[in-house]
């Protein structure tokens, strides 16, 4: 049974720091893996897919890397800004079915 | 284009009513999902259907739970009799046809169960 892990639960870093979300999973069979966001009181905007056969995915100042074999995606954020305060949330497609599973999320906030 | 949208954005209702959310996928999407998260747990699947058809309904919790989709067009996800347990919020998604495509979510409606 796939399970997805993201560590840690709350980050806050100060404006303008690069910094690192991290996401795991336990079983490698998966199709992609995509990013999201959530701000608190509305829905989840997807920020990157990233295929299985490939290595990283780059939007903007955001570049998500997936490491299938070790069963892992980071998500790397560059001179983040308070606009950047949510949670973020990992969310894994396997090679044999539709739905997504997900991981808990990670709030993120930035200081002024 | 318009995205994924669902109706209401909040319900609260007493234990024992009926509830009925409605999404509207993106406009051409085959695929529509629901998905909820209850109160300090991660989000979870509940089905999936291609057009009309029920493809995968195992995240289902029980048969109080009935998801249509009339025309394979939008969908509805009734809830009768809600229990407390219920109460979260209820994501709806659509991708295009095909496997493994992005999928696009909605703005969710937050259901309380009293």
């Known amino acids: 049974k796939q399970e997805v892990t993201q560590i840690p639960a709350a980050l806050s870093v100060p404006e303008g720091e690069n910094l690192v979300l991290n996401c795991s999973f336990t079983d490698s069979a998966i199709y992609n893996l995509q990013w999201f966001r959530q701000d608190p009181g509305k829905g989840l905007t997807s920020l990157l897919l990233i295929q299985s056969s490939q290595r990283e995915q780059t939007s903007g100042r955001l570049n998500a890397s997936l490491d299938k074999s070790s069963g892992r995606s980071t998500l790397y954020i560059a001179a983040s800004q308070p606009g950047d305060s949510a949670t973020y949330l990992c969310?894994?497609?396997?090679?044999?079915?539709?739905?997504?599973?997900w991981g808990a999320g990670t709030k993120l906030i930035i200081k002024p | 284009e318009a995205g994924v949208t669902q109706f209401p954005s909040h319900s609260v209702i007493e234990k024992g009513q009926t509830v009925t959310l409605r999404c509207d996928p993106i406009?051409?999407?085959?695929?529509l999902y629901w998905y909820r998260r209850v109160m300090g747990k991660e989000i979870k699947f509940l089905l999936h259907f291609v057009k009309e058809s029920k493809q995968d309904e195992s995240g289902m919790p029980n048969n109080r739970f009935l998801a249509e989709r009339t025309g394979g067009t939008y969908s509805t996800l009734k809830v009768q009799p809600a229990e407390l347990e219920d109460s979260g919020v209820y994501f709806c998604a659509s991708s295009p046809q095909g496997f493994g495509n992005e999928q696009f979510f909605g703005p969710g409606t937050r259901l309380t169960v009293l």
């Open positions: 406009s051409g999407h085959d695929n």
């Open positions: 969310a894994v497609h396997m090679d044999s079915n539709y739905q997504l599973i």
